[in-house]
């Protein structure tokens, strides 16, 4: 037996996926198109599937599927019993009713990208007390964010030089200029961020297409950034981002695009962040409606963001076991 839960996570891990409460009935759609209804009483599901195949469905299986109302015969849909469902035949019916409502390239670019699901709050629990028990592990973090308040802005020296300090203090290793050398790594910095001081400020789970897009041609700059003989690349170029909107950017290290990505360029990046989104809004709605604030202090880390205490699971489960 599933739950509305279970449907929630499954379908808010998808892009463009929007949670409705609708005359008390749990819906999800797409821009205006809805693929996934909840009865009122949560005992069945309703679902985007083509109509001409539906009486086949029913008939093969006729304890599990029926028919929907005579209002909605005239729409491709159909309906299922929650008690009669397992969790991989509902993971397959609501990733099927969403590809019909998506465009084929976004469903393509999703699918074959092999986008992992959404943690859980259990595994984020787990993973949060892991990485806060790692000797000293906020201490460069919150020593940035004295040094910069009320937050960093890369206009001021004094604020690209701390940007510095913290970047190493995570083993990005970017060469402090010697005496008399010019500062590549400030200059360049200044240079970039008066093309993208106007980065997008929205929290993580509420990130647009558009503003995804923003944050991912920036990175591509300031990865390529020159800070000597070589660039900034595209770890500095992530915990970067993540210091100047810690709310918005689920940063990664190398170990972590690559085995989700196997690449660490632009587009990777844009696909980190929009997995980042659908992972933030399932651990949202699995909170029962907590806040983010509310959230991280009762997974064990109060005061970091969303996006920090994804990259903390990415790194446990990923960085640290493999190290």
Sequence with gaps: MVTVDDVRRLALALPRTEEHLVRDRVKFRIGRIVYLALSRDETEL??????????A???????????????????????????????????????????????????????????????????????????????????????????????????????????????????????????????????GLERWWSRHGGLPAARLAALSDREIARLAAAYGELAALPVGRRSLGPTAAAKALFALRPETVMPWDAAIAQRLWGARDEAAFARHLTTGRAWARAALAESGGLDEAALAAELGRPGLSLAKLLDEYLYVTITHQGA
């Design 57 to 187: 469905l029913v008939a093969a299986e006729p304890h599990k599927f029926l028919l929907p109302g005579a209002g909605d015969l005239r729409y491709h849909w159909v309906e299922a019993r929650m008690a009669a469902l397992d969790a991989a035949e509902l993971a397959e019916l609501v990733t099927d009713a969403w590809r019909m409502c998506v465009p084929a390239k976004v469903a393509r670019a999703h699918l074959e990208g092999g986008v992992p699901p959404a943690p859980g709050l259990d595994r984020l629990r787990e993973a949060a007390r892991v990485f806060g028990a790692f000797p000293g592990v906020d201490r460069s973090w919150l020593a940035l964010r004295a040094d910069t308040a009320p937050g960093l802005d890369l206009s001021g020296a004094a604020h690209r030089a701390a940007l510095h300090r913290w970047l190493n203090a995570w083993g990005c290793r970017i060469r402090y200029p010697r005496e008399g050398e010019p500062d590549l790594f400030g200059e």
């Design 46 to 55: 309703g679902f985007a599937f083509p109509k001409e195949e539906r009486a």
